[in-house]
Nanobody, 112 residues
């Protein structure tokens, strides 16, 4: 059974940092391309970043580029999203996904 479990969200002040984690099981992680998405209140879900099996990551060309990076630890079956210089507009529920499988999401709130 495929499971994706995000963690690491929370409340952070503008300019702060958070690292999200996504632990997964039930499939061969080492070859999986993993993705991060987010959904802000009242908005559609948007793609944030992806990382391939070799650890090559790319991030969205919108406002997160240069502030967010993704990485993975194959030994721990975990993928990460490092978020720096957070802005209030980064407030959203963040999800990891593989193919048609999604985690439950973790809330990130950026506010003073």
């Amino acid at each position: 059974q495929v499971q994706l479990v995000e963690s690491g969200g929370g409340l952070v002040q503008p300019g702060g940092s958070l690292r999200l984690s996504c632990a997964f099981s039930g499939f061969t992680f080492n070859s999986a391309v993993m993705n991060w998405h987010r959904q802000a209140p009242g908005k559609e879900r948007e793609w944030v970043a992806s990382i391939n099996s070799s650890g090559y990551g790319i991030t969205s060309t919108n406002s997160v580029k240069g502030r967010f990076t993704t990485s993975r630890d194959n030994a721990k079956n975990t993928v990460y999203l490092q978020m720096n210089s957070l802005k209030p507009e980064d407030t959203a529920v963040y999800y990891c996904n593989w193919r048609t499988y999604w985690g439950q999401g973790t809330q990130v709130t950026v506010s003073a």
